[in-house]
């Protein structure tokens, strides 16, 4: 490696450092450091939280809601995903460029796409459940859409870097026999990158369970909103209760995966 360019390297990393060093700095004073910057009765609540740990509310009418709430917020995480794989698909495998041959054309339809796949990702799910849920009401599909839209565009990202990242020797040797860009796609490509965007879909299917519930605190249903509730009505003991189902719910998910990653590995 070129030493200047190490230099330069190093250099830029020093003048990030010194820039992040002062914003954290400037954040510290526009900080009004009194009394009124911890709630005074916040650690007796804290307290009744922790405490409520110890005592989740285990009756049978809280642990069918639970039950329910869970199954809701399992059944939004599916049906987001799915239809966000469908869109990193759709969108990924133009982004990546593999099935362009002109060079020209090629650089715009990747920009494109990779452009339609930054806006998706860039707003927050829960920004995207505000405005569905502004535009259609407190409808499953706006938990869906926002789902969909952002982890499709994560997804459709990373599907398209791992097109592009694929040894080109095995496509050659299928274009040398006279594959078309569909068969090269897939028989090709896509035999070669299964086992990995599968395997980062199921970790991202584990963000997606919690942003489901995440999401829930607008209104829409499931294991957000009940904590919501409970929050609100000082049920603390019920709170660790549907904490609970949703910690129980993500190492469920977590167990699968890596079962099937096991599974494609071999």
């Known amino acids: 490696m070129d030493k200047r360019w190490l230099s330069f390297e190093l250099h830029k990393r020093k003048i990030l450092s010194l820039i992040l060093s002062l914003a954290f700095v400037m ?8 009394n009124d910057l911890v709630h005074g009765k916040g650690f007796t609540t804290a307290k009744q939280i922790a405490a409520a740990f110890f005592t989740p509310d285990l009756t049978g009418d809280i642990l069918f809601l639970a039950l329910e709430s869970s199954w809701t917020t399992l059944s939004y995480a599916v049906a987001g995903m799915s239809l966000a794989i469908i869109i990193a698909f759709f969108y990924g495998v133009p982004a990546s460029g ?5 060079g020209k054309a090629r650089r ?3 920009s494109f796409f990779r452009g339609q796949l930054g806006f998706m990702r860039a707003i927050h799910e829960l920004v995207w459940a505000w405005l569905f849920v502004a535009s259609i009401g ?10 969909a839209i952002p982890y499709g565009g994560i997804l459709g990202r990373i599907f398209a870097d791992m097109l592009e990242d694929i040894p080109r020797e095995p496509i050659k040797a299928l274009e040398a026999a006279g594959a078309s860009k569909l068969q090269t796609l897939w028989y090709g490509y896509l035999p070669m990158v ?3 965007i599968t395997s980062y879909a199921m970790y991202r299917f584990e963000c997606a369970v919690r942003s489901s519930a995440i999401m829930s605190f607008v209104g829409i249903g499931g294991l957000g909103y009940q904590i919501q509730l409970s929050l609100d009505d000082l049920h603390y003991d019920e709170v660790w209760t549907f904490v609970f189902f949703l910690i129980a719910l993500v190492l469920i998910i977590d167990l699968w995966s890596n079962q099937l990653r096991k599974r494609l590995v071999q």
């Open 108 to 110: 715009y339809i990747r």
């Open 194 to 196: 299964r086992a990995s």
């Open 138 to 147: 407190l409808s499953p599909f706006a938990a869906i859409f926002a789902l």
């Open 98 to 102: 593999i099935i362009v041959a002109n």
């Open 27 to 34: 954040s510290l004073f526009s900080i009004e450091w009194n």
